[in-house]
């Protein structure tokens, strides 16, 4: 091996992620970075507007505590986080989570949210966090569950910072329907769509219990207002929401 090389070989394995590369920009990832560049991680685009007290997504006038579509259409949370805007690199992560098999991506920006999301009072009230199920079908499609993944790391991020971990619970809330894409379709026609999607199963875990539901996106809330309706429809008390991702209002 010539000097060449093994200065390559050397560089390869002390310096770069083997085969890591940042999901946003595409850089190859240092052995100093986590799953995203510095760059990117310091850009992401974190929410710190005034939020809404129902579904944590940006708000631009904080005299109203809560955003339009939750006010006209009464959605039935009792409050909610949401972590990054959807857009740019925001959206980017999401589908880097959702299509480009990153399941530990999920983890690890659902960590951050848990321990940025133990500042909220209503946390240490929650008694399960339950994530939106996919379809099966969906599901072996991708091999996993992205909001899954995100409530297993808001879990471990509550734990690390020395609060009470809630249960999660995965085999509660069931996608019975496979309902198809949403995109393009209006608020009313999404939630046609939905009706009657989800069933609920072991239905004693959830008699009073605070539940916080974890998804992916927050956009009209239709995916979320109908899982939380079936929720509390089958006994649970209240439900918190929890989202990587919101569109603002
Ligand atoms: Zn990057
Ligand atoms: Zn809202």
């Given amino acids: 091996m010539n000097l060449k090389q093994t200065l390559l070989t050397f560089l390869e394995n002390n310096l770069f ?33 005034p939020t809404c007290i129902r579904c944590g997504r940006p708000i631009f006038d904080a005299d109203r505590h809560v955003c339009i579509p939750c ?28 299509f480009n098999d990153r399941p ?24 399960l966090i339950i994530p939106v199920p996919l379809h099966s079908n969906r599901q072996s499609e991708r091999g996993y569950n992205q909001s899954e993944k995100i409530a297993q790391g808001i879990r471990e991020g509550l734990s690390q910072n020395n609060h009470r971990a809630p249960e999660l619970a995965t085999d509660i809330l ?7 894409h949403q995109i393009g379709q209006g608020r009313e026609e999404r939630l046609c769509n939905l009706t009657g999607a989800f069933n609920v199963e072991h239905i004693e875990t959830i008699q009073n219990k605070t539940i916080l539901l974890v998804d992916d996106v927050l956009t009209t ?29």
Wanted: proline share 4%; glycine share 10%; with cysteine.
């Fill in 17 to 49: 992620l083997k085969n890591g590369t940042c999901p946003i920009c595409g850089k190859v990832l240092f052995v100093t970075d986590r799953f995203l560049c510095h760059q990117c991680e310091d850009d992401l685009p974190i929410i710190n507007n």
């Fill in 71 to 98: 006010a006209k259409l009464n959605l039935p949370f009792s409050g909610g986080y949401a972590y990054l805007n959807y857009k740019d690199s925001g959206k980017k992560l999401v589908h880097a989570i959702k």
């Fill in 104 to 127: 530990h991506l999920g983890i690890w920006v659902g960590t951050q949210m848990g321990v940025d999301m133990a500042r909220f009072p209503w946390v240490n009230g929650v008694d």
């Fill in 174 to 180: 069931i996608r019975s329907r496979d309902t198809p």
């Fill in 221 to 249: 809330g239709a995916t979320l207002a109908e899982t939380s309706l079936t929720l509390l429809e089958a006994g649970a008390a209240q439900v918190f929401i929890a989202t990587l991702c919101a569109v603002a209002e």
